[in-house]
């Protein structure tokens, strides 16, 4: 069992940045995969960036590639969502959640979530 916990979301400025955690517990950390996904009010969820166990490949949905960047300390059982160049479009809860697979962009291929961070982007 992996328990996660989210935080870093708040209130940004459009133009402004925003650093995200999750903090793993309970299993070996460098076993998983990562990833963050996101819920916008009204939508579905959905992937937003995934992270391998060592933290050397990533791949991000095209909305935010060239503005957000994923990383993670296995030292620290934490990975990371690093988000600059907010938009308004970006307002929503952010997950992460861990697999023993990499490279998967679906909900159901993930095995344990966070609660959730709220970021709002005001415009």
């Known amino acids: 069992q992996v328990q996660l916990v989210e935080s870093g979301g708040g209130l940004v400025q459009a133009g402004g940045s925003l650093r995200l955690s999750c903090a793993a517990s309970?299993?070996?950390?460098?076993?998983?995969?990562m990833a963050w996904f996101r819920q916008a009010p009204g939508k579905e969820r959905e992937f937003v960036a995934a992270?391998?166990?060592?933290?050397?490949?990533?791949y991000y949905v095209d909305s935010v590639k060239g503005r957000f960047t994923a990383s993670r300390d296995n030292a620290k059982n934490t990975v990371y969502l690093q988000m600059n160049s907010l938009n308004a479009e970006d307002t929503a809860v952010y997950y992460c959640?861990?697999?023993?697979?990499?490279?998967?962009?679906?909900?159901?291929?993930?095995?344990?979530w966070g609660q959730g961070t709220q970021v709002t982007v005001a415009s």
């Open positions: 959640a861990a697999s023993t697979r990499y490279g998967s962009a679906l909900q159901e291929d993930y095995d344990y």
């Open positions: 309970g299993h070996t950390f460098s076993d998983y995969a």
């Open positions: 992270i391998s166990w060592s933290g050397g490949s990533r």
